[in-house]
């Protein structure tokens, strides 16, 4: 592998979604964007939910939603581990925007702090995903 690459593994529950060489990494750690490029110091990080944007050898751009996770960096390998992730291009804007107005109702009728919390991070992983499928798609429309 060359010093301006690094190998880039997003790992859900269930498969594999992306495994390969890129020149970057740009995904939402709990802190804030995070860059990573080939060389970047050791780190592990928890992850929020958002967008993980991976910079191809050819330049190209993959794009990956997460519901949060962690992350573990080392000098020529990131690798991200999440629960739930989709790629944006299976992700389905009218449906996370339905399920979003289900979920809006149900913060109206929650009762509980405990209903009102649950809701509420139901709420932010659909907006996350939302707000993935518009920037794929708006990345998409620009080639």
């Given at each position: 592998?060359?010093?301006?690459?690094?190998?880039?593994?997003v790992v859900s529950a269930e498969e594999s979604l992306y495994s390969g060489k890129a020149k970057m990494v740009v995904l939402p750690s709990v802190s804030g964007e995070l860059g990573v490029l080939p060389g970047h110091t050791p780190l592990i990080s928890l992850i929020r939910p958002g967008q993980v944007?991976?910079?191809c050898e050819d330049d190209s751009e993959e794009?990956?939603?997460?519901?949060g996770g962690l992350l573990e960096v080392q000098p020529n390998a990131v690798?991200?581990?999440?629960d739930t992730a989709i790629r944006a291009a299976d992700l389905d804007?009218?449906?996370a925007m339905a399920a979003r107005e289900r979920?809006?109702?149900s913060r109206r009728n929650a009762k509980t702090k405990e209903e009102i919390a649950v809701v509420?991070?139901?709420l932010?992983?659909?907006?996350?995903?939302?707000?993935?499928?518009?920037?794929?798609?708006?990345?998409?429309?620009?080639?």
């Open positions: 592998m060359s010093a301006k690459t690094l190998h880039i593994d944007k991976i910079v794009y990956v939603f997460v519901a690798t991200v581990l999440s804007e009218a449906k979920a809006e109702e509420e991070a139901e932010a992983m659909l907006a996350a995903q939302v707000h993935v499928a518009r920037r794929y798609h708006q990345s998409k429309n620009r080639h």
